[in-house]
Each structure stands twice: as C-alpha cells, then as structure tokens.
C-alpha cells in the first residue's frame, strides 16, 4: 500500500509563488513515477507535470516556464514549484505516484489565485 500526502497549498495573490510537497509512504519501488495533477473549477482532472525516479521530467505546455517540478529519493518526497500565479491557476492539486502499473492519489490540496 502506498499513501501519499500533499501539503503547501493554500492562497496566493495573482504573480504570487508557492512551493507544495508530496510526502509517499508505504512500499515504494526505486523505479518510479511522481506527479501533480489538478482540477480546475469546471474541468477534469488533468496532467502539470511529471517526474521520474531518474528525475525526467515533463509538463503542460500551460505551466511551463513557471511551474518546477523536484523529487527528493531518499525521502520519496516529490515538489512543485509554482510562480507567476494567475488566476486560471485556481485548483486543487493533487499528488500521484505511479509503479507497477499502479497509480496512486493523494488527498488533494487546495491552492487558491485571486486578490
């Protein structure tokens, strides 16, 4: 079993920054993949950004340039980076990690972009 908890979110003004991290426990395999995904008002669920246990890492074009995404894999800790908030940047956010063909979600934290 493998539980993953979000934490870091919460309300930022418009051009703001915020850093959420993602802590995995549980039976981890070496080989992985961690992630953030989100879910904006009215939308599905859908990809930010991507990263694998050799730190590969992708993202939506829509975050590019103002989201980073990090790993630490001695504490199975993944990490975003946000900045240069906007508005449409509204979501919950959630953590996954991805072995075995198994993926597995966190709770979901709730970032907030307005003024």
């Known amino acids: 079993q493998v539980q993953l908890v979000e934490s870091g979110g919460g309300l930022v003004q418009p051009g703001g920054s915020l850093r959420l991290s993602c802590a995995a426990s549980?039976?981890?395999?070496?080989?992985?993949?961690m992630g953030w995904y989100r879910q904006r008002p009215g939308k599905e669920r859908e990809l930010v950004a991507t990263?694998?246990?050799?730190?590969?890492?992708k993202y939506d074009d829509s975050v590019k340039g103002r989201f980073t995404i990090s790993r630490d894999n001695t504490k199975n800790t993944v990490y975003l980076e946000m900045s240069s908030l906007k508005p449409e940047d509204t979501a919950v956010y959630y953590c996954?990690?991805?072995?075995?063909?198994?993926?597995?979600w966190g709770q979901g934290t709730q970032v907030t972009v307005s003024s």
């Open positions: 990263i694998t246990s050799a730190r590969s890492t």
């Open positions: 549980g039976s981890i395999f070496r080989v992985n993949v």
């Open positions: 996954s990690l991805a072995q075995l063909a198994k993926t597995y």
